[in-house]
Structures are given as structure tokens and as C-alpha cells.
């Protein structure tokens, strides 16, 4: 279970999309003659000179390379996002007070413990968990492949009430939020069905 970059993409998209709409408006309204009433020269048939003349400025190839690296930045940075990642919390303190000791426990390790805990669960064929939070305020987010034969409410009331409740005992705080995805086995005649609870 990864986290992926579907909002950053959403925005990009519609930064991307506008941008698009907004030279195609203008071009628009040079083809159809209506930018001719803000800037003379920019007309259908009009003499494209004054373009030219700026493009053949020295620093318009200065502009148009720092243009194409601030470009291809955002592509690169975009690129990288695309990358799915888990993103566990940072490891938790589990004493209120340093100065009588200090116990560290890392998110994998217990998010291990409670997929130990939701493969033993009748029904569970795999199941992947991520801890995110603090420690004071933790959350799950858990996916778990149920077998399609198996009752699908039994594994989500024993997933969230047992393997739940003893996360929430073991952390010795209350679980703020738990995501549960299930979905069901797949077989070779039947594809792989999700169902998201929140």
C-alpha cells in the first residue's frame, strides 16, 4: 500500500491545462482580429516583424535556456513524484519525559507486528499496513487480500475491532484514524476486486 501523487498530478494538470487554454484564446483572438484592438500589429495577415525583432534580441537565447531548465525541473520534479512511496511515521517516542529514559520504536516494527497480527485472522490471505501519526496520535491505514470465499464481514469486524484494538493497546493510545482496504484474492478465474472503508 503506497502513497501516490494523484493530487499533485490533478494540479499540475490544471496549471498545465489552463496555461493551454489561455494561448489558445489568444491565438484565437489574433486569428479572429480581436487582439488587433489592444496591440495593433497582432492581426491575422498583419507583418509579425516586431516578433521577430525580439526574438533576434541577444538575451532572447539567455531567456529561452533559462526558460527550458526551469522546465525541465518541474518535468524532473514531476517525474520524481510520480514514484510511489510508503511513508511511515518517524520513529515514535514512547516516554513523555527524556530525563528517565528514552525508548524509540520504529513504524515498520510495529506496523510489521500488526500485519503478523492480520494474517492470523481467518479469511486474510496477505495484508500490508502503514503507521503514520505520532505517538500520541496514531493512525492505520491497512489493506488486506481476503479469500472470496471467506466472509467479508467476519475479516472487516475482526480487522477492525480486534487487530485494531490491540494496535491502539500496544501503542497505549487511541488509533485517531484507520483506513481499511480489502480486496478479494485473486483466482485464476476472477480479477482481483477492491472495496475501500473509512
Same mark, same amino acid.
Request: charged share 20%; glycine share 6%; hydrophobic share 55%.
Given at each position: ?5 494523484a493530487a ?6 490544471i496549471?498545465a491545462?489552463l496555461i493551454a487554454?489561455l ?9 479572429f482580429?480581436?487582439?488587433a484592438?489592444?496591440v ?12 521577430a525583432?525580439?526574438?533576434?534580441m ?6 529561452a535556456?533559462v ?5 525541465a525541473i518541474?518535468?524532473l520534479?514531476?517525474l520524481a513524484a510520480?514514484?510511489?512511496r510508503k511513508d511511515?511515521?518517524k520513529?515514535f ?14 513504524a515498520?516494527?510495529i506496523a510489521?507486528a500488526?500485519?503478523?497480527d492480520?494474517e492470523?485472522t481467518?479469511?486474510?490471505v *496477505?495484508?500490508?499496513?502503514i ?8 493512525e492505520?491505514?491497512?489493506?488486506i *487480500?481476503?479469500d472470496?470465499?471467506? *466472509?467479508?464481514d ?18 497505549d493510545?487511541p ?7 480489502v ?14 472503508l473509512?
Amino acid at each position: 500500500m503506497r502513497r501516490t501523487a494523484a493530487a499533485a498530478n490533478r494540479t499540475g494538470l490544471i496549471i498545465a491545462g489552463l496555461i493551454a487554454l489561455l494561448l489558445g484564446l489568444a491565438v484565437l483572438a489574433i486569428g479572429f482580429g480581436f487582439a488587433a484592438s489592444f496591440v495593433p500589429t497582432l492581426t491575422a495577415d498583419g507583418d509579425l516583424g516586431s516578433v521577430a525583432t525580439v526574438l533576434a534580441m541577444p538575451f532572447s537565447a539567455l531567456i529561452a535556456l533559462v526558460v527550458a531548465l526551469i522546465l525541465a525541473i518541474i518535468g524532473l520534479r514531476w517525474l520524481a513524484a510520480q514514484v510511489p512511496r510508503k511513508d511511515f511515521a518517524k520513529p515514535f517516542r514512547m516516554q513523555a519525559d527524556a530525563r528517565t529514559g528514552l525508548t524509540t520504536v520504529n513504524a515498520e516494527v510495529i506496523a510489521e507486528a500488526v500485519t503478523e497480527d492480520l494474517e492470523s485472522t481467518d479469511g486474510v490471505v *496477505d495484508a500490508q499496513v502503514i503507521l503514520r501519526g505520532t505517538a500520541r496520535s496514531p493512525e492505520l491505514l491497512i489493506h488486506i *487480500d481476503a479469500d472470496e470465499r471467506a *466472509d467479508i464481514d467476519a475479516v472487516i469486524a475482526e480487522a477492525a475491532d480486534r487487530v485494531t484494538g490491540n494496535a491502539s493497546l500496544a501503542l497505549d493510545a487511541p488509533l485517531r484514524a484507520v483506513a481499511l482496504e480489502v480486496g478479494i484474492a485473486r483466482t485464476r478465474s476472477r480479477r482481483q476486486r477492491t472495496v475501500n472503508l473509512q
